[in-house]
């Protein structure tokens, strides 16, 4: 009967919302049953084993078959052992589907940082790479520096961020290296103040703060014929990271666009992935401005 309800009544009407067919067919379901156990019971059972079940039969009233179908007392005694199986199978089957899900979704998430870490990668290459052949072009005396960083960023960002997770330590050594070529590429056209107050055991998903800092080169001082500016700071408050960055936009912009970048709608749906409930991000773009605030919890 558990087989009977679990994989067949349940998925093909209570599942799909047909409650009152399901209520019946129960009902039917049940009766036949405890039909058929009364006839082994009574022709089979308590036959070959009679004082076995003198006691069993004081319960009737009426004996016979027809007084015993017509109990309803016991049809809802022995409606509820017959159940009993069927309850246990349900939890047992319901357990199973949600350690089926669990896989899945982990999966799933595994697949989907693993496409936007993809996404990332390539992205903060091909800006980087654009800045040393900027210089290569000018001959400048800076290459060799500007290769010698690169070439540990690459160490970093293709073997030593492959986990979900890594101290803030080595991202806070990534943001130098990367300020080191920035300064190289800008000079005096930019002027950066980093900050922090970490003692760098603490874990955080890789390449998220380094996305704002080449946002913040991207779209406020590249197109800068002035001086640009960039504070950066990461302290610990408590037992979260806060991060705070903010650079000045140029006045004249050759290109405005108001979609969000690349490098910002991948970082929002990794803090999605990897910080669901446990982060806030706020985001203050103005016209002379633009300033972001992240806050998440440590591992």
């Known amino acids: 009967m558990a087989f009977v309800i679990v994989e067949f009544l349940i ?8 409650n009152t067919v399901f209520t ?4 039917l379901t049940l009766l036949l049953f405890y039909c058929i156990c009364t006839v082994v ?24 078959l027809l007084g015993r179908f017509t109990s309803f007392a016991e049809f809802i005694s022995k409606s509820l052992y ?3 199986p069927t309850f246990l199978i349900l939890v047992l089957k319901l357990y199973s589907e949600k350690q089926h899900l669990l896989r899945i979704n982990e999966q799933k998430k595994s697949a989907e940082l693993s496409a936007l870490k993809n996404q990332l990668n390539p992205h903060f290459l091909f800006n980087t790479l654009n800045n040393l052949h900027a210089l290569t072009l000018k001959k400048s005396d800076d290459t060799s520096k500007v290769i010698e960083k690169l070439s540990h960023i690459l160490d970093y960002i293709l073997y030593r961020c492959n986990d979900n997770y890594v101290t803030i330590s080595n991202e806070i050594e990534l943001i130098n ?14 002027t950066i103040n980093f900050t922090q107050n970490v003692n760098g055991d ?12 080449e946002n913040a080169f991207k779209h406020g001082v590249a197109q800068e014929i002035d001086q640009a500016k960039i504070e950066i700071e990461i ?23 108001t979609s969000t970048s690349i490098g910002l709608k991948n970082i929002k749906e990794q803090l999605e992935l990897l910080y669901p409930k446990t982060h806030s991000l706020i985001i203050n773009n103005s016209s002379n401005s633009f300033a ?3 806050k998440l919890n440590l591992i």
Do not use: C, W
Request: glycine share 2%; proline share 5%; charged share 25%.
């Open 11 to 18: 998925p093909s009407f209570l599942n799909k919302k047909k």
């Open 24 to 27: 019946l067919l129960m009902i």
């Open 41 to 64: 019971h009574m022709y089979y059972l308590e036959v070959k084993f009679p004082s076995t079940y003198v006691r069993y039969i004081k319960r009737f009233e009426d004996p016979s």
């Open 82 to 84: 017959l159940l009993y």
């Open 177 to 190: 290296n990367y300020l080191s070529l920035e300064k190289i590429r800008y000079g005096d056209r930019v």
């Open 202 to 213: 603490e874990k955080i998903a890789p390449l998220l703060l380094l996305t704002f800092v």
């Open 235 to 257: 302290t610990k408050e408590n037992e979260q990271l806060a991060f705070t960055i903010k650079n000045s936009v140029p006045e004249f912009v050759v290109e405005k666009t």
């Open 292 to 294: 972001a605030f992240l």
